[in-house]
């Protein structure tokens, strides 16, 4: 298994001992997933949180109308779940989907709630995780609510710099919240 990357993302945060390093790896469960493949899906219980060492995925859901909205992008050192299912044990809200071959590390709930107890100092990291969620997240909606097309393609430019050029230009849209036909013409206007 693979804990270089993960291990040097928790490095930005806390610091481990050998011991807690070697406990920490032990909860870890590798997987890989062919593309297209689903982490979690929409009405399952959230039973892992996962980081990514290799891959990209999406974060989306569908609304009652049959529309996809994609509310982000995972890729190689970043940590994904369904936050809500995970915490609150009920029905998740999203689809988390990969885009190519991605491979993961798992920590289960259950084991999750074990590191709090027995390395107390992994909350903190979780809980700077889930803040840095939050702010993002309040980002993207006010993005999507006081920005134009052209400023949220711009943000995103920013934001996924390194993968925009692998992602589809119907995912771009459907994360812009654009229909593809609208986003291609915007595209050739830039």
């Excluded at 709630?113 to 889930?130: G, Q």
């Amino acid at each position: 298994m693979n804990t270089a990357i993960i291990l040097q993302n928790i490095s930005k945060y806390i610091s481990l001992t050998q011991e807690e390093e070697t406990y920490f790896v032990s909860l870890l469960k590798e997987k890989t997933y062919k593309n297209k493949q689903y982490l979690a899906q929409e009405g399952e219980i959230g039973k892992y949180v996962n980081f990514i060492n290799k891959g990209c995925c999406r974060i989306f859901n569908i609304d009652k109308n049959g529309f996809e909205h994609i509310l982000s992008f995972a890729t190689q050192d970043y940590w994904i779940g369904d936050l809500y299912s995970i915490v609150t044990q009920k029905a998740g809200r999203f689809f988390i989907q990969t885009m190519e071959l991605t491979e993961v590390l798992q920590i289960s709930k259950t084991d999750l709630d074990s590191l709090y107890i027995k390395v107390p100092k992994f909350e903190r990291m979780f809980r700077i995780l889930a803040e840095n969620a939050y702010v993002e997240y309040q980002n993207r909606v006010m993005q999507n609510l006081g920005f134009t097309a052209k400023e949220r393609y711009d943000a995103f430019e920013k934001k996924y710099a390194k993968i925009k050029h692998l992602l589809p230009q119907k995912q771009i849209a459907l994360y812009l919240g654009v229909t593809p036909e609208f986003f291609s013409r915007m595209k050739k206007k830039i």
